[in-house]
Structures are given as C-alpha cells and as structure tokens.
C-alpha cells in the first residue's frame, strides 16, 4: 500500500465523506473533556486532516495539544506542512513507529486518543492487544475515536468485540455510517505506558487477503 496515494482520497473520494464524521466527534469528545489541559494522541495519524481540521476552529482551542505520530516520511513531511501553514505549534508531528509504546513517552496519558484507519491493516490478534494496551495511552475517562470500515465482514465486529472485552464503554456509533466511525471512554483505571511494548504490526498485503481483510479484484 502507498499511504501517501491513500490520502487522495480526501480530495472528493471515500475519505471525504469520513472526514466530518470524524470530526464531529472529535469535537465531541473535546467538548465533553472536563477543564483544563487535553492532549491528544493521533495513532498512525497520516497527514492529520482530521485532526488539524478541528484545531483550526473546534472547542477547547486554549487547552488543546496533539502528537501525531506516523511512519511515511512523505505523510509527515505533509503534515507538518498543513500545521505550520495553520501555524498550529500546539501539534507535534513525529516520525515514527505508531505500534510501539515508545512513540507516546511524554504524550501519554492522553485525552483523547484516535486510532483512524488503523484497524483495517491489523490481524484480529493485534487489535485485541492494542485496545487492551490503550490504559497506557489513556487518562481517566478518556475518549477513544476509531473507525473500521463496514464493508470488511468481519472487521467491525472484531474490534468491537475487543473494545467491549476490555470494558471500554460506546458513547457513538451509527450502523449506518460505513466508515464506522466510533467513540469508545476509558471506565477502567489508567495504566502508566511501559516504553519498549509492541502494541500493533501493520499485516502484510497477503496476511490480509487471507483474512478477508482486502480482496484483489
Ligand atoms: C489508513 S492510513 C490512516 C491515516 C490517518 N489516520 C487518516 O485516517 O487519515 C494508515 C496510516 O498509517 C501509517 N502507518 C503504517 N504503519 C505505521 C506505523 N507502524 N507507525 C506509524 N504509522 C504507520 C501509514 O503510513 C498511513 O499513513
């Protein structure tokens, strides 16, 4: 996968249609935070539309950071392009592996933590560890934004069935939404992050032609 050519999809494709939903409830979720500081983490956040969109004219613009983090240096490069031409210095765009606790030290716990377009390319195993390890990531109560689009049989049930397993409760989902774009909270007590822990691997193309992930047409 090219995940810099993924991205034209914001340019009037699929992506554009997902992008408000996404943001809509990123606004929520910055609207229901409780006073005072909110960070927020991007997981593998791309080129950060979602994100920087909001911080252009969403709630809570005094009290708001972000680390986004994400491997393509292309992706980064673009991102960071986007925030400085907003002149958005509460955002910290950073190269790096997204699955690895590491790339959190300093950022955790978070606010809110977005996994967008991240489940798609992970085995079921590893959706289960990641959201069993977003304590690490998270603070009290923190909101979780995450999408996993329908038209993959199984995916959506499975990360469900993950979010449920590890007792996050649903505060948005619309079953008619095909991005699936959802918002879990954190009812459970945060854990303090462990650097050096993998938390996800993005699958290889074959790993997910197996799993019914993707189909070659
Ligand atoms: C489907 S895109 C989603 C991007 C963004 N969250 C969005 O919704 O617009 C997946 C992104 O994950 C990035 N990625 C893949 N593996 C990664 C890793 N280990 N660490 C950080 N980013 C990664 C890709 O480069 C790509 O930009």
Known sequence: MDWHQWHQGYQGGGLA?????????????????R????????VCAGQGHDVIGV??????????RARLVEWDHRNVAEAQRRV??????????????????DA????????????????????????????????QLCDENAQVIWTAHRSS?????????AFDRHGLTRRHTDPDDRFGVTRHQLV???????????????????????IGRITLS
Do not use: H, K
Request: proline share 9%; charged share 20%; net charge negative.
């Open 104 to 135: 959190y030290v300093d950022a955790a716990p978070a606010q809110i933590v977005l996994l967008c377009g991240v489940f798609g390319s992970l085995t079921e195993p590893d959706i289960n560890r990641t959201v069993g390890m977003l304590p």
């Open 55 to 64: 911080f252009q004219d969403g709630p809570r613009q005094a009290d708001v």
């Open 188 to 210: 459970t007590q945060p854990t303090p992050l462990q650097p050096g822990r993998r938390m996800f691997e993005f699958a290889d193309e074959q790993t997910l032609i197996d």
């Open 35 to 42: 006073p005072g500081p909110i960070m927020i983490i991007s």
């Open 17 to 33: 249609g997902r992008l408000p939903l996404v943001q809509d409830q990123l606004r929520q979720a910055l609207t229901e935070t």
């Open 84 to 101: 400085d031409a907003a002149g958005l210095g509460n955002i910290e765009v950073r190269q790096g592996d997204a699955g690895l606790t």
């Open 153 to 161: 049989p199984d995916l959506y049930r499975q990360a469900s069935a």
